[in-house]
């Protein structure tokens, strides 16, 4: 993780879409072809992913059976635009700056408990049904709808 603060945007994907697909930073254990898949492997609590090129990634594995584990990254200026969030857990990620327009989730919400998106941009994001909290922070102009998930 020491690397990643030395990395461009764009490099920065790489590692992370590496670590997505070798499965080192899934969410939960569960038996794939037999073998048992151990969660977090790597821990990317407090990784430097600022500016991060992100745009039209998949925070699920790309079968969408595996969610991914980004629970306080700092992601302060990433660019999220059309990121696909399905389950991804964002608990107390730093979100600062921010561009999630366009984001997307699916089957399950991403988790927002704690995450803090001050001057984010989430035009047309669709964060319906985010779990999210007191302590989730948002943009000035931005209010999270009451019918989601909400806190919890």
Do not use: C
């Amino acid at each position: 993780m020491a690397i990643l603060n030395q990395l461009d945007g764009e490099r920065k994907r790489t590692v992370l879409l590496f670590l997505r697909e070798a499965r080192l930073i899934n969410g939960e254990h569960h038996v794939r072809d037999g073998r048992m898949i151990y969660p977090r492997v790597v821990g990317l609590r407090i990784a430097d992913l600022t500016n991060a090129r992100l745009h039209d990634i998949q925070l699920v594995s790309t079968d969408r059976e595996e969610t991914v584990f980004l629970e306080g990254t700092v992601l302060k200026g990433a660019e999220l635009r059309h990121a696909i969030l399905e389950g991804a857990d964002l608990r107390d990620a730093n979100l600062r700056g921010a561009d999630l327009g366009g984001s997307e989730e699916t089957k399950e919400a991403a988790d927002l408990r704690g995450a803090g998106l001050t001057r984010a941009t989430l035009t047309d994001a669709d964060l319906r049904g985010a779990r999210y909290d007191a302590e989730t922070t948002w943009p000035e102009d931005f209010s999270p709808e009451p019918s989601g998930a909400g806190a919890g």
